[in-house]
């Protein structure tokens, strides 16, 4: 007769969430978000135009994509161990490389390497805590460990609104390196490390959500796209709108850090939630909301409507993000992280077609009301897709 393992004591829960927050800091509040911040800086500096801004925001994603291409088919628990180390020191390497060249080239290659690196601290870190609970009897919750997502935000704004402006642009980036450098030990020492036993574990669980079906997985897929074009969009470019509308660098940083912490509440929010009113409903009302937000940014004048979209925002994404993403895995029990990938490449490919798109609207009209009106109508057939999926299951 097999009995359950007992359930840990709360020291390693801790240690376990720690390690993904870790994670998130180093691989996509630093390696991808202080490209946000430090866009602007740049900008002012006279070293990156707009439309070369828009091209290395679609690298990062490029990057993602191709490490969510690469999870979706390995299987092997050491070998996507070992990914996952390579991101780490990627991540660390990449915000190095920006301050220590000038060359174009050689910046799309370290944006390419930071999505690299965000890849497998969004999908690989997810997947092994996401297995580490399952197998030790606990709560399926993505919430906690996405909180450093939002911290990382935060950490990326604080960082340069100490740093100002005049600040040269490569000194900044060399900070955010430092930095990385002392994240790195805790990412990888506490982070938990997938095994055979653990994957069996998960596969074996019982949990209230029917199997996907392929019906269900695009149609889904399609929405989550759109998020990720919505979520590329208003994530790239945030600092440099809220500047357009604010006229104030110092003020658009605040509101990004602003937006970091409701983007850390919104990882509990989401949580919760779901809790409550279950992972699809609460995924609907998220989309709908980051929505919402987008057109704040199309629309808004003065300093309140852009701070409230900046709020929405931080809060929606991460929700629609997290709560995708746990719906993925636990409607894919055999492969979880397989299937989180699978799902994400779909999001990378928004990711990759919104910056890129951005950056050539506002380079050929000079504003950036066109490019949101366009992310405002792909989130609304978002959300009916997000409808959709569900009356499916």
Not at 88 to 97: D, E, G, K, N, R
Not at 381 to 387: A, D, F, N, Q, Y
Request: hydrophobic share 55%; charged share 5%.
């Amino acid at each position: 007769m097999s009995h359950a393992a007992p359930a840990p004591s709360r020291l390693p829960i801790i240690k376990v969430y720690a390690g993904g927050i870790a994670t998130q800091l180093l691989t996509i509040g630093i390696a991808r978000f202080a490209y946000t911040p430090l866009l602007t800086v740049m900008q002012d500096q006279d070293v990156l135009s707009a439309k070369m801004s828009g091209w290395l925001g679609a690298l990062i994603y490029v990057g993602y994509l191709l490490g969510a291409m690469i999870l979706s088919v390995l299987r092997n628990p050491a070998i996507r161990l070992l990914l996952f180390r390579i991101g780490l020191v990627l991540a660390v390497l990449s915000t190095f490389a920006m301050g220590w060249t000038q060359n174009p080239w050689l910046w799309g290659f370290s944006r390419l390497a930071g999505g690299f690196a965000g890849a497998a601290g969004m999908l690989l870190a997810a997947e092994f805590i996401l297995i580490w609970l399952t197998r030790n009897d606990l709560r399926p919750d993505l919430g906690p460990h996405y909180v450093g997502l939002g911290i990382g935000i935060c950490l990326s704004g604080v960082v340069a609104l100490a740093l100002g402006n005049d600040m040269p642009w490569q000194d900044q980036w060399l900070v955010f390196g430092t930095l990385s450098v002392v994240l790195l030990p805790f990412a990888w020492g506490l982070t938990p490390s997938p095994d055979g036993a653990t994957r069996k574990a998960s596969a074996s669980s019982h949990h209230s959500y029917a199997p996907a079906t392929k019906l269900w997985f695009w149609v889904f897929g399609a929405g989550y796209l759109t998020a990720g074009w919505g979520y590329a969009v208003g994530a790239t470019f945030s600092v440099d709108i809220l500047t357009g509308l604010i006229g104030s660098n110092n003020a658009a940083v605040i509101i990004w850090i602003v937006l970091g912490l409701a983007t850390a509440a919104g990882a509990i929010f989401g949580s919760v939630a779901a809790r409550a009113f279950g992972i699809q409903r609460v995924l609907v009302v998220c989309m709908a909301g980051q929505t919402l937000s987008l057109a704040g940014y199309a629309l808004s004048f003065g300093t309140i409507i852009p701070f409230i979209a900046a709020v929405l925002f931080g809060a929606c994404f991460m929700a629609v993000v997290s709560l995708s993403l746990m719906l993925t895995g636990l409607k894919t029990p055999q492969n979880p992280g397989a299937g989180m990938a699978r799902m994400t490449l779909l999001y990378g490919m928004g990711q990759i077609i919104g910056p890129a798109t951005t950056g050539w609207l506002v380079a050929a009209h000079g504003t950036y009301l066109i490019a949101l009106a366009a992310a405002v109508a792909l989130m609304i057939l978002g959300t009916g897709l997000t409808l959709w999926a569900n009356k499916i299951e």
